[in-house]
């Protein structure tokens, strides 16, 4: 998104809203709501007023890891991100500096052959630059790169020496558990996000029963994601994805009524936009997406969004802008802004509501 925003520094959320208030679900989070260009702040408590019957949430069940382990190379110390794992036993890892104050700095990957030790004797092996599969489009960047690691329970090892991935804005290392959601299932091979699908960190089995009472749907999709720093303007790449028979069945129906559609979070997007097929029809499907999308694409099954806040930067507000538009975008984000809403996984929400159609008046008296 081509915009002057500027995110201060003290608007990023230092530590979890349960260590800043009442907990995830009460008035410690904030729910910046927007129907198109109207924009109203609420509680996150308050989001069930917000939806109605019928409408269906689609939820990522991928739970997170403890994905960043130290090593060494040489005598000098790294911080590898485990990011994700490939179909031949390949990570896509990315190492980087501590900065002495228990977080880290990036660094360039490489060369091809360079060695990190690991915890137990494990010993990683950078072998090529990550490029999306099946592409020759450069590389991204020259921070993540496939590695191959000796030991081939990499998960175990993670379990094992690995803690959460914490970036320079946290105030300090938490415990993995306040890194999962309420939707996080264990896969079944183990596998997980590097990163939390941080948009459902509010939701708490309180607020879901409330929503269920109310009429609202679930539809579970798995996205893994990889790590978020190494997005520096360059595309997202490849995650595994899933999307079930049994969720497609529900989405699938709900378009064909009067529901609407509303992901939780930029990876539920990227998932169900992955598994419609031409004619429109969400497909259950499995494997690997390396789609992106943008307001040229546009956006063919979700009609909304819950997401936290992102950087102008980021690639993920080209996503926000093919389901609302610009101009509702850079409203909304100038209304955060002026608010005093908090940014980053453990800060405050956007709820994104679909401007037109049949449910258009209810859509803005809910916003109001």
Request: charged share 25%; proline share 7%; glycine share 10%.
């Amino acid at each position: 998104m081509t915009t002057t925003v500027r995110v201060p520094e003290e608007r990023s959320a230092r530590v979890p809203a349960e260590q800043r208030g009442p907990g995830r679900d009460r008035d410690s989070v904030r729910l910046l709501v927007s129907c198109g260009t109207e924009v109203s702040h609420h509680a996150f408590v308050e989001l069930p007023r917000r939806l109605r019957a019928g409408d269906l949430l689609i939820v990522n069940t991928s739970p997170t890891l403890a994905a960043a382990v130290d090593g060494w190379i040489g005598h000098a110390r790294v911080v590898v991100h485990f990011s994700t794992r490939g179909d031949d036993g390949q990570w896509a890892v990315e190492l980087r500096d501590p900065d002495g104050r228990g977080t880290t700095r990036a660094r360039a990957g490489g060369p091809a052959g360079t060695g990190v030790r690991l915890a137990g004797d494990v010993r990683l092996v950078l072998e090529e630059p990550l490029t999306p599969y099946g592409s020759t489009l450069t590389p991204y960047g020259s921070r993540l790169w496939w590695g191959r690691v000796s030991e081939p329970d990499v998960l175990g090892l993670l379990r094992r020496h690995g803690r959460p991935i914490r970036y320079s804005y946290t105030q300090r290392d938490q415990p993995l558990s306040v890194y999962q959601t309420v939707f996080a299932l264990p896969s079944a091979d183990g596998g997980g996000s590097a990163e939390m699908p941080s948009a459902a960190r509010p939701f708490t089995a309180r607020l879901v029963a409330e929503l269920v009472s109310r009429g609202v749907q679930f539809a579970p999709i798995t996205l893994h994601t990889g790590v978020a720093s190494a997005e520096a303007h360059e595309p997202p790449y490849p995650e595994r994805y899933e999307v079930p028979e049994a969720s497609a069945r529900l989405i699938n129906a709900a378009r064909a009524g009067e529901g609407r559609i509303l992901a939780v979070g930029t990876t539920a997007v990227r998932a169900v936009e992955s598994a419609v097929d031409a004619g429109g029809v969400v497909r259950a499907r499995k494997g690997w997406t390396d789609l992106v999308v943008t307001p040229e694409r546009g956006v063919r099954v979700v009609d909304g969004l819950l997401t936290g806040l992102h950087e102008p930067e980021a690639s993920h507000l080209l996503m926000l802008e093919a389901i609302a538009g610009r101009a509702a975008i850079e409203r909304s984000y100038g209304e955060a802004l002026s608010g005093l809403y908090l940014w980053h996984e453990f800060g405050d929400v956007h709820l994104i509501l679909p401007e037109e159609g049949p449910h258009t008046e209810s859509c803005f008296s809910n916003c109001r």
